[in-house]
T-cell receptor
């Protein structure tokens, strides 16, 4: 069982809706990530949070808004999405100590399957 | 920029056969990671490699970190139907950013 929990597992939304994806980890990891994955493609990085601060934004459109309320939680707020945003959204976490990234081992959640109509 | 070239793109094998896939790059990596992703699930870390020449096993899986640091391979021995999935190699991008770069994946199908 994964130690990174994502909700909801499936989400269908219209282009005018506002929704949120949630992620929780209790491994004490201080780096958390959002990835987007299209079918049969590798995950693509969207955002990285390090010690609850946004450290990387991979030029993601503003209709995706990340939030890290505390070291265990990561949200992705969705607003005015397009059908091409339909994908599997993966949350991941990794160990980080004193600002130094671990060897890069990411632990992924099961993902939230998003469909935009 | 850094890229990972993974091959083969897909494999269709008979149960019991051994499988080999590899990942190469023109850049040096200090870590190689191998993930497996099953349909509808997130990637699961199978093996992590940290030293050039390192050979690590996880059950029927064996992975090696190439001596040049520019390649890695994953072997699966005596495949079984539950080995089906997409296997991704990955490595951290230089610069201590926490970013991973992924290969394009090898899709494995096993015929019982």
């Amino acid at each position: 069982d994964t130690e990174v929990t994502q909700t909801p597992k499936h989400l269908v939304m219209g282009m005018t809706n506002k929704k949120s994806l949630k992620c929780e980890q209790h491994m004490g990891h201080r780096a958390m990530y959002w990835y987007k994955q299209k079918a049969k493609k590798p995950p693509e990085l969207m955002f990285v949070y390090s010690y609850e601060k946004l450290s990387i934004n991979e030029s993601v459109p503003s209709r995706f808004s990340p939030e890290c309320p505390n070291s265990s939680l990561l949200n992705l707020h969705l607003h005015a999405l397009q059908p091409e945003d339909s994908a599997l959204y993966l949350c991941a976490s990794s160990q980080r100590a004193r600002g130094v990234v671990s060897a890069g081992e990411l632990f992924f959640g099961e993902g939230s399957r998003l469909t935009v109509l | 920029g850094q890229q990972l070239n993974q091959s083969p793109q897909s494999m269709f094998i008979q149960e019991g056969e051994d499988v080999s896939m590899n990942c190469t790059s023109s850049s040096i990596f200090n870590t190689w990671l191998w993930y497996k992703q099953e349909p509808g699930e997130g990637p699961v870390l199978l093996i992590a490699l940290y030293k050039a020449g390192e050979l690590t096993s996880n059950g029927r899986l064996t992975a090696q970190f190439g001596i040049t640091r520019k390649d890695s391979f994953l072997n699966i021995s005596a495949s079984i139907p539950s080995d089906v999935g997409i296997y991704f190699c990955a490595g951290p991008i230089s610069g201590n950013t926490g970013k991973l770069i992924f290969g394009q994946g090898t899709t494995l199908q096993v015929k019982p």
